[in-house]
């Protein structure tokens, strides 16, 4: 047993001897496989690292690229901004120059020829002339406000047209009428054809489509100095073509492409010879496309122009028009003003006495004003009293009786002290029922309906039309006529 253990004892004592003093050979195998692995892991090490590094640059020049991108997009957009933004900057001075331009020259017209007739020295022929002159500047001035207008209802998506019985003959003669004086004055002629067999009633705006074609007229009649203007009109397939060609100054191709662009006329000469906004194409196009068709321009530069209008012309309840309801084109006869055969008979507006026996209170604080409706109402019979705002107006129906004395109320809306709305909204609050008729210049759409929902019954615009004026008083304070009516 002792034996066995010295032998054990030896055995463990060479094995410990032999770990620590292993054979040079095998010492050397494994520094070299450890080395091996190490260099291995490191290569790995590097090659990852290197991959890593490439796709982070693969990463970064991307990026990078992608950056100079949108930076070179950005550029390009700030440098188109700031073209568009001096762009709208000079198309803004020059609409305002020309805004000036067109303001002031009817206004010198109108200030003018009344210092003229102040003087009262001259023949009734020539003051008649005068008179002429001043109510057609005066009407130039109110379809300048009015393109405004209808501009921004064009900018803002709120321009509407309406389908209602539209007489085509009598529309298109009431433009050739509009303009016949014109024409004649210049030495032109005007003439309208009619080329085909045509609807007599339409479903369409005739406002509006009155409105292009006194557009188109009136431009035509401006840059033609000899010649004529004819209007042609024609129907097929459920539309109708008026066709305004002149024998004019016409235009260049570069001077057509832009002719339907709002505030542009064909260059800034054009502006200081013959006037105008540069809106009436540009608002025309919109309602023609509004309107169920176009409006498209040809023009030949020293030789003249030709604009077609192309509107739908559908029955009023859709539909083609029934054989029925066309006129023969042989029934219908051209018609034709001959060069200088202006006339210079004086429109007279006789209204009868429709106003007898109806007492009307006007709420108007302009004296002007005043003066000229009271004498249209007058003259139409009606008895005028008024009060310059609506706090008189509103203590002399409530306090001092007078809603037993009054037909009818027509009231401003734009007024010191009270305005027209404030006075309508007490009076209703009071009890006061009379039939009240806002009378104001603020004539966009939206107008209408705060007018009717601060209590009014009716709406009516400045300048007063008087015809329409003395109707609508008719209508609301006639006594024992519906308001309804």
């Not at 007739?117 to 005066?138: F, P, Q, V, Y």
């Not at 309406?162 to 003959?169: F, G, H």
């Not at 705002?389 to 037909?407: F, K, M």
């Not at 909204?425 to 929902?453: K, N």
Request: aromatic residues 4%; glycine residues 10%; hydrophobic residues 40%.
């Amino acid at each position: 047993m002792a034996v066995l253990c010295s032998v054990f004892c030896l055995w463990l004592a060479w094995k410990d001897e032999g770990l620590v003093k292993d054979h040079p050979e095998h010492v050397s195998r494994r520094a070299f496989d450890r080395e091996r692995r190490a260099r291995h892991d490191a290569e790995e090490m590097l090659e990852n690292k290197a991959r890593e590094l490439w796709e982070t640059n693969k990463a970064l020049a991307a990026m990078n690229e992608a950056l100079e991108e949108r930076v070179a997009e950005r550029t390009a957009g700030l440098e188109k901004a700031i073209e568009l933004a001096e762009e709208a900057s000079n198309a803004k001075s020059r609409f305002l120059a020309n805004m000036s331009h067109e303001l002031r020259t009817p206004m010198t017209a109108i200030l003018g020829y009344t210092d003229v007739l102040l003087d009262g020295d001259e023949s009734a022929e020539e003051r008649l002339g005068r008179l002429k002159t001043i109510h057609r500047n005066g009407e130039y001035l109110l379809a300048l406000i009015n393109d405004i207008l209808d501009m921004s209802k064009v900018e803002a998506g709120k321009m509407t047209v309406e389908r209602i019985e539209t007489r085509l003959l009598g529309l298109v003669e009431s433009v050739r009428e509009m303009f016949a004086d014109q024409a004649a004055e210049k030495g032109i002629g005007l003439e309208v054809c009619y080329c085909t067999d045509l609807p007599g009633v339409i479903g369409s705006d005739p406002v509006r489509l009155r409105q292009v074609l006194i557009n188109l007229v009136g431009n035509a009649i401006k840059f033609t100095n000899r010649g004529s203007v004819r209007i042609l009109v024609s129907y097929d397939d459920g539309m109708v073509q008026f066709g305004v060609e002149d024998s004019g100054i016409g235009m260049s191709t570069l001077q057509l492409e832009g002719v339907f662009e709002s505030f542009k006329q064909a260059d800034n000469s054009m502006v200081r010879k013959y006037g105008g906004t540069g809106l009436g194409l540009y608002i025309s196009k919109r309602l023609a496309g509004l309107l169920g068709g176009d409006l498209t321009a040809e023009s030949v530069e020293g030789r003249g122009s030709l604009f077609t209008l192309r509107v739908e012309g559908l029955a009023v309840g859709g539909g083609l028009v029934d054989p029925s309801g066309m006129i023969d084109v042989s029934e219908i006869k051209s018609s034709v003003n001959v060069p200088g055969e202006a006339s210079l008979t004086p429109g007279r507006i006789g209204f009868n006495g429709e106003l007898d026996g109806i007492s009307i209170l006007l709420v108007e604080d302009g004296i002007d004003n005043q003066r000229l409706i009271r004498h249209v109402l007058t003259k139409a019979g009606a008895k005028v009293e008024i009060r310059e705002n609506g706090r008189l107006a509103v203590d002399h129906l409530v306090d001092e009786g007078g809603a037993g004395l009054y037909q009818l109320v027509l009231m401003d809306m734009q007024m010191p002290v009270l305005d027209g709305y404030g006075a309508c909204r007490e009076l209703r609050a009071l009890g006061v029922e009379i039939p009240i008729i806002a009378l104001t210049a603020h004539a966009m759409s939206h107008d209408r309906g705060l007018c009717l929902e601060a209590g009014c019954d009716d709406f009516a615009t400045k300048p007063i039309d008087r015809a329409k004026l003395v109707s609508m008083c008719r209508r609301w304070g006639r006594p024992g006529l519906s308001s309804a009516a």
